[in-house]
T-cell receptor, first 113, second 111 residues
Framework: AQTVTQSQPEMSVQEAETVTLSCTYD???????LFWYKQPPSRQMILVIR??????QNATENRFSVNFQKAAKSFSLKISDSQLGDTAMYFC??????????FGTGTRLTVIP | NAGVTQTPKFRVLKTGQSMTLLCAQD?????MYWYRQDPGMGLRLIHY???????AKGEVPDGYNVSRLKKQNFLLGLESAAPSQTSVYFC??????????FGSGTRLTVV
C-alpha cells in the first residue's frame, strides 16, 4: 500500500521564525517524485516545491526547503522567515506515475504576527 | 494563461438531481484528474484520464462518471446526487512528474 502520513494536524509559528512540517510516506516504488502543496483560504492548490527521489540534493525554492531522507521515507518542509501569507493548509504528496498522486491529510499552519 | 478552469465554483443540489462539473485546461496536458476533498481526509482521486477519449477509475469512483471528448476538457458527472457527495471537487492536469496544476475547486452541497 502507498500512503502518506502527516502527523501534525496543526502548527503555528511566529512571523519571521522558522517552522518544519513533517511527512513520511510508504511505497515499494524506486522512482517517484515528492511534492509539497499549499492551500490558502482561497482554496487554490499551489505547488510549493518538488523533489525527485533519485536526487540526493535537497530541493530549495526561496524560503522553502526540504529535508529528504530516502531510506527513512521522510520528506519534511522547512519554511524560513515565515510570513503572514504562509498561513495555509500544507499537503505532502508523492507521485509514482502519471495516474498515482497520493496525498497526506494536511497540516494547518498559522503564522502569528 | 488561465491554467485549469473549473465551473461552476459553487452549487447546491437536491438529492437525486444530476449535474456536470466542467474542467478546462489550456496547457496541452495529456493527463487530467478529478479529486474530492473532505475534512481530515486530504484529496482522493475519483477518476482520471491519460488522454483524449480515455478514462479510468481512481480511489473513489462510485456515483460519478467522466468523459474526455476533447483533450482540453474533462467532465465529471453526478447522475443522482447523494448527501455523501457533498464535498469540494478539484480538477487537475499535468505532464508526468511535472507537478499538478489544480483548478480553484467547486464546492458542492447536496441537501
Amino acid at each position: 500500500a502507498q500512503t502518506v502520513t502527516q502527523s501534525q494536524p496543526e502548527m503555528s509559528v511566529q512571523e519571521a521564525e522558522t517552522v518544519t512540517l513533517s511527512c513520511t510516506y510508504d511505497t515499494s516504488e524506486n522512482n517517484y517524485y515528492l511534492f509539497w502543496y499549499k492551500q490558502p483560504p482561497s482554496r487554490q492548490m499551489i505547488l510549493v516545491i518538488r523533489q525527485e527521489a533519485y536526487k540526493q540534493q535537497n530541493a530549495t525554492e526561496n524560503r522553502f526547503s526540504v529535508n529528504f531522507q530516502k531510506a527513512a521515507k521522510s520528506f519534511s518542509l522547512k519554511i524560513s522567515d515565515s510570513q503572514l501569507g504562509d498561513t495555509a493548509m500544507y499537503f505532502c504528496a508523492f507521485e509514482t506515475g502519471a495516474n498515482n498522486l497520493f496525498f497526506g491529510t494536511g497540516t494547518r499552519l498559522t503564522v502569528i504576527p | 494563461n488561465a491554467g485549469v478552469t473549473q465551473t461552476p465554483k459553487f452549487r447546491v443540489l437536491k438529492t437525486g438531481q444530476s449535474m456536470t462539473l466542467l474542467c478546462a485546461q489550456d496547457m496541452n496536458h495529456e493527463y487530467m484528474y478529478w479529486y474530492r476533498q473532505d475534512p481530515g481526509m486530504g484529496l482522493r482521486l475519483i477518476h482520471y484520464s491519460v488522454g483524449e477519449g480515455t478514462t479510468a477509475k481512481g480511489e473513489v469512483p462510485d456515483g460519478y462518471n467522466v468523459s474526455r471528448l476533447k483533450k482540453q476538457n474533462f467532465l465529471l458527472g453526478l447522475e443522482s446526487a447523494a448527501p455523501s457527495q457533498t464535498s469540494v471537487y478539484f480538477c487537475a492536469s499535468t505532464a508526468p512528474f511535472a507537478g499538478y496544476t489544480f483548478g480553484s475547486g467547486t464546492r458542492l452541497t447536496v441537501v
